[in-house]
T-cell receptor
C-alpha cells in the first residue's frame, strides 16, 4: 500500500505528558499537512510543509505544538504538556506540487489522541 | 474569513432514493472546492475537485456540481455502502499562496437497505 501512513493509530496519555505522532506521506509527494478533527466537526488546518520547510502555521498551533519534517520525507507532530482539550483525531495529508498542475490532498488514517 | 456550511447535517435515505447534499461557501477567491468521504474512525477519502462555476464531475453514483456560491453532491440510486460522512472543503486564493483547506462540518448520510 502506497498511501499516507500514520503511527500510532491510537494514543492514550495523561494530562501533562508529551506525545509525538509520525506521518509518512505518499513517496513522491513533496507537500505534507497536519489537521486536527474533533467529534462532529470537519478537519481544521494546523500546518504544512513543502519539502523540509514549514511554510504555513495556523493560530490553532499553540507553542505547545511543534512539527518537523527534517529530511523532507516523514514528519512528526509533538504536543507538550497535553491538556484534555487536545483530545482529537490528528490527520496527516500529502500532495504533490508540480509546475502548472494542481494536486489534491490525500489523507492518512489519523491518530486518535485521548488525554485523561 | 473563509466559511463552509453543509446541509443537511444528517440525511437518511432508502436504498435507491436519490438526493442531494449542499455545500455553501464564502471565500475571497476560490482556488478549488473539494469533496471527501469519511467513514467512522478513518481519514477522509478524496472524491472530487471543482475549480470553476459550471463545472461538473461524476464518479459512479456521485455527481458534484459547482456554482459561484455553492456546490451540490448528487447521489443517484444510493446503496447502503454509500453510508458515510461527506465533507466539503474550499481552498482560497491568497497573496503568497495558502494551501490550507477549510472544511465544513459534513453531512452524515445513512442509506437503509
Amino acid at each position: 500500500d502506497t498511501g499516507v501512513s500514520q503511527d500510532p493509530r491510537h494514543k492514550i496519555t495523561k494530562r501533562g505528558q508529551n506525545v509525538t505522532f509520525r506521518c509518512d506521506p505518499i513517496s513522491e509527494h513533496n507537500r505534507l499537512y497536519w489537521y486536527r478533527q474533533t467529534l462532529g466537526q470537519g478537519p481544521e488546518f494546523l500546518t504544512y510543509f513543502q519539502n523540509e520547510a514549514q511554510l504555513e502555521k495556523s493560530r490553532l498551533l499553540s507553542d505547545r505544538f511543534s512539527a518537523e519534517r527534517p529530511k523532507g520525507s516523514f514528519s512528526t507532530l509533538e504536543i507538550q504538556r497535553t491538556e484534555q482539550g487536545d483530545s482529537a483525531m490528528y490527520l496527516c495529508a500529502s500532495s504533490f506540487e508540480g509546475s502548472g498542475i494542481y494536486n489534491e490532498q490525500f489523507f492518512g488514517p489519523g491518530t486518535r489522541l485521548t488525554v485523561l | 474569513e473563509d466559511q463552509v456550511t453543509q446541509s443537511p447535517e444528517a440525511l437518511r435515505l432508502q436504498e435507491g432514493e436519490s438526493s442531494s447534499l449542499n455545500c455553501s461557501y464564502t471565500v475571497s477567491g476560490l482556488r478549488g472546492l473539494f469533496w471527501y468521504r469519511q467513514d467512522p474512525g478513518k481519514g477522509p477519502e478524496f472524491l472530487f475537485t471543482l475549480y470553476s462555476a459550471g463545472e461538473e464531475k461524476e464518479k459512479e453514483r456521485l455527481k458534484a456540481t459547482l456554482t459561484k456560491k455553492e456546490s451540490f453532491l448528487h447521489i443517484t440510486a444510493p446503496k447502503p455502502e454509500d453510508s458515510a460522512t461527506y465533507l466539503c472543503a474550499v481552498q482560497a486564493k491568497r497573496w503568497g499562496g495558502s494551501e490550507k483547506l477549510v472544511f465544513g462540518k459534513g453531512t452524515k448520510l445513512t442509506v437503509n437497505p
